[in-house]
């Protein structure tokens, strides 16, 4: 029996696409620093507190100050520590930034930019997408890109809600700025979904410091996550030779940027440099290529 719901469980299959990254790299590696302390869950904001964190949420619907303070590190000592290590190992990140976090610390979002990152729209606030009606989202979504614009000199042209609603798309091609959106973990390369225009630029759930945090704890010291990351380069890099491959890092500056965390991501890059096949890119380079090179390069077959 067909499934009831429009999902495409085939993709590539078999037989992925035969191409190559720029100047005949076999790897695509995109690092993704989402970057939205200042505008996470609180209940004296949006009525919900904070379940995810280096502490497990208070018991009683009012703001978690405990949470709410590792959070502030992010913003005020993580970013710098970060963007100083991806500096150090010449790599471009692109910055999964909430608009309000981005407004909140403007000379964060400066340097952000002057450096050569990406940044892509996180939406307004660290806010379910799925909560929203058709007009609320496109509103809010409009809204961040507006104040993304304002903030950094640039407006952004890549989406990722974290939990996208079933309109997410469409208001993404409405809106007419963006080329992709990160909303998927169901593949290893960029896509497109039936009928529509906007690429699908997949993220990761695993590859993801995410893991630190309660209530998961599946990652304990820095040696675990890079244990992790170089086991995915590793088998992703090894399938590339065959067919190209891209891989994606999901970091938070409140959690890679602790001390005892951000030797993973400098262990990890010094590993990556030793290989001459693997494209450091951002997102936004990597979905350019993808429409301007390898598509035209498919439909000609």
Same mark, same amino acid.
């Given at each position: 029996?067909?499934?009831?719901?429009?999902?495409?469980?085939?993709?590539?299959?078999?037989?992925?696409?035969?191409?190559?990254w720029?100047?005949?790299?076999?790897?695509?590696?995109?690092?993704?620093?989402?970057?939205?302390?200042?505008?996470?869950?609180?209940?004296?904001?949006?009525?919900?507190?904070e379940?995810?964190?280096?502490?497990?949420?208070?018991?009683?619907?009012?703001?978690?100050?405990?949470?709410?303070?590792?959070? #502030?590190? *992010?913003? +005020?000592?993580?970013?710098?520590?970060i =963007?100083?290590?991806?500096? !150090?190992?010449?790599?471009? %990140?692109?910055?999964?930034?909430?608009?309000?976090?981005?407004?909140?610390?403007?000379?964060?979002?400066k340097?952000?930019?002057?450096?050569?990152?990406?940044?892509? #729209?996180? *939406?307004? +606030?660290?806010?379910?997408?799925?909560? =929203?009606?058709?007009?609320? !989202?496109?509103?809010?979504? %409009?809204?961040?890109v507006?104040?993304?614009?304002?903030?950094?000199?640039?407006?952004?042209?890549?989406?990722?809600?974290?939990?996208?609603?079933?309109?997410?798309?469409?208001?993404?091609?409405?809106?007419?700025?963006?080329?992709?959106?990160?909303?998927?973990?169901?593949?290893?390369?960029?896509?497109?979904?039936?009928?529509?225009?906007?690429?699908?630029?997949?993220?990761?759930?695993?590859?993801?410091?995410?893991?630190?945090?309660?209530?998961?704890?599946?990652?304990?010291?820095?040696?675990?996550?890079?244990?992790?990351?170089?086991?995915?380069?590793?088998?992703?890099r090894?399938?590339?030779?065959?067919n190209?491959?891209?891989?994606s890092?999901?970091?938070?500056?409140?959690?890679?940027?602790r001390?005892?965390?951000?030797?993973?991501?400098k262990?990890?890059?010094?590993?990556?440099?030793?290989?001459?096949?693997?494209?450091?890119?951002?997102?936004?380079?990597?979905?350019?290529?993808?429409?301007?090179?390898v598509?035209?390069?498919?439909?000609?077959?």
């Amino acid at each position: 029996m067909p499934s009831p719901l429009p999902r495409d469980l085939i993709g590539y299959g078999k037989d992925p696409p035969s191409f190559s990254w720029p100047g005949g790299k076999r790897l695509a590696l995109s690092l993704v620093v989402n970057y939205e302390e200042g505008s996470e869950h609180s209940y004296a904001v949006d009525g919900i507190v904070e379940g995810i964190g280096e502490f497990l949420p208070v018991d009683t619907q009012v703001r978690d100050l405990g949470n709410e303070s590792a959070y #502030d590190y *992010g913003q +005020r000592v993580a970013v710098w520590r970060i =963007l100083r290590t991806l500096k !150090e190992h010449g790599a471009r %990140a692109t910055f999964f930034a909430t608009a309000l976090a981005l407004d909140g610390n403007r000379e964060a979002a400066k340097a952000i930019v002057a450096e050569g990152h990406e940044v892509c #729209d996180h *939406g307004l +606030r660290w806010t379910e997408h799925y909560r =929203l009606g058709y007009e609320e !989202e496109k509103k809010v979504i %409009a809204e961040s890109v507006d104040l993304i614009r304002r903030v950094t000199g640039k407006g952004p042209v890549g989406f990722y809600a974290r939990e996208p609603s079933v309109n997410t798309t469409r208001i993404l091609e409405e809106l007419g700025n963006f080329i992709y959106d990160s909303d998927c973990y169901s593949d290893d390369l960029p896509y497109r979904e039936e009928g529509r225009k906007i690429l699908m630029l997949p993220y990761t759930p695993d590859a993801n410091d995410f893991h630190f945090l309660a209530p998961m704890h599946r990652f304990s010291t820095s040696a675990d996550f890079y244990s992790y990351l170089k086991d995915a380069f590793d088998v992703l890099r090894e399938e590339a030779q065959e067919n190209p491959k891209m891989m994606s890092v999901g970091l938070h500056g409140r959690i890679t940027g602790r001390p005892g965390r951000i030797l993973a991501l400098k262990n990890f890059l010094a590993y990556v440099k030793k290989f001459d096949d693997v494209w450091i890119a951002t997102r936004e380079d990597i979905a350019r290529h993808w429409m301007d090179v390898v598509e035209p390069s498919l439909r000609r077959r």
